[in-house]
Structure formats: structure tokens, C-alpha cells
């Protein structure tokens, strides 16, 4: 079986790159982001998504994260952590 893993970063920064070309206001393709605002609420709904699979389904699980920098701040630490731990899916995942 083939396990890709991948940064959680890379992964909102592939969803922010599809979206952030978005159309222009009077565009014609159904359901295009309009909006800055818009490209910006989706960056988020996706963050929120990708936690939902780690945290609450398993789908995804965190298979390596980055080791703490001397001296670094708790937050920094924290917010560092959540963007460069690499994830898979998880093995005992089933597709339906």
C-alpha cells in the first residue's frame, strides 16, 4: 500500500493556491470565491476541517513533528508544531 505523508502547512497552502485565483465579482462560474474576504473565510474552513480529521475522525494522523528550537516561546513552539508536523492517513482507515 502507498503512504503519502504530508506537512499540514503544504496541505492549506495547495488549498489556498486553488482558491486564491479567485474570479473577479460578475464572474460566471458557479460557486467561485469573489472575494479576498472569501479566499481568506475558506483558508480557514479548511484549517478547521484538516484539525477535525486529526483530532476528532483519526483519519489523519501527525507521524513526525519538529523538534523544539533553544530558547523558543511555548506559543511560537505550539504554532510551529501545528505547521510543520507531517501527516498520513491513517492505516486503519477504510474507504467506503
Same mark, same amino acid.
Not at 56 to 73: F, S, T
Given at each position: 500500500?502507498?503512504? /503519502?505523508? $504530508? ?5 492549506? !497552502?495547495?488549498?489556498? @493556491?486553488?482558491?486564491? &485565483?479567485?474570479?473577479? *465579482? ?12 472569501? *479566499?481568506? %473565510?475558506?483558508? /480557514?474552513?479548511?484549517?478547521?476541517? $484538516?484539525?477535525?480529521? %486529526?483530532?476528532? !475522525?483519526? /483519519? =489523519? $494522523?501527525? *507521524? &513526525? ?8 516561546? &511555548?506559543? &511560537?513552539?505550539?504554532?510551529? %508544531?501545528?505547521?510543520?508536523? %507531517?501527516?498520513? /492517513? @491513517?492505516? @486503519?482507515?477504510? =474507504?467506503?
Amino acid at each position: 500500500m502507498l503512504t /503519502v505523508s $504530508l506537512k499540514w502547512a503544504w496541505l492549506l !497552502q495547495g488549498l489556498w @493556491n486553488l482558491s486564491r &485565483d479567485f474570479e473577479p *465579482v460578475g464572474a460566471a462560474r458557479r460557486g467561485a470565491l469573489t472575494t479576498q474576504a472569501e *479566499v481568506e %473565510v475558506e483558508g /480557514v474552513l479548511a484549517g478547521r476541517i $484538516l484539525g477535525h480529521l %486529526v483530532r476528532k !475522525q483519526a /483519519v =489523519l $494522523l501527525a *507521524v &513526525d513533528e519538529p523538534a523544539r528550537r533553544e530558547g523558543e516561546a &511555548d506559543g &511560537d513552539f505550539a504554532r510551529r %508544531v501545528q505547521a510543520e508536523r %507531517v501527516l498520513a /492517513v @491513517n492505516p @486503519n482507515f477504510a =474507504l467506503e
